[in-house]
């Protein structure tokens, strides 16, 4: 299956700060246009997957809090919610991309953390992941 979408990164050495930074891009192939993925997903999923990409390791596993999905969809933390909410529901070829689990404390069952996996199904890869 080719990668409709991929995130890559770019390292740069600076001759005159001697600083290395490291870039990170989300690279989309127009498969992803043609093969109706993204009119079938819609504006705002697409939108969210991207954004929830951007925080993905070589895994596919990514752990944002609300607030930080929220500020980069520049959104309310409730807006953002629905939005991941409705990104873990949806279906392409009836499969999700997405999957949530949330992770309780053993001690008090109050939320430690959220994970978030995307799917190959979904096309999208970082650092040369499967």
């Known amino acids: 299956m080719t990668n409709l979408v991929s995130v890559e990164t770019q390292s740069e ?7 290395k930074e490291t870039r990170i891009f989300v690279k ?17 999923r697409w939108q969210t997957l991207c954004v929830l990409a951007s925080f993905m390791n070589e895994k596919g596993e ?11 969809l520049g959104i309310s933390r409730e807006a953002a919610n629905r939005r991941i909410k409705s990104l873990c529901e949806y279906r392409w070829n009836g499969q999700p991309l997405v999957t949530k689990v949330q992770e309780r404390n053993p001690k008090n069952q109050r939320w430690l953390t959220v994970r978030y996996t995307i799917l190959p199904l979904s096309q999208l890869a970082i650092f040369n992941g499967k």
């Open 28 to 44: 989309m192939y127009v498969d992803a246009v043609k093969s109706g993925l993204i009119a079938d997903m819609g504006a705002e």
């Open 62 to 72: 990514c752990y944002p809090t609300q607030e930080q999905i929220a500020e980069a």
């Open 13 to 19: 050495y600076s001759l005159t700060t001697g600083k």
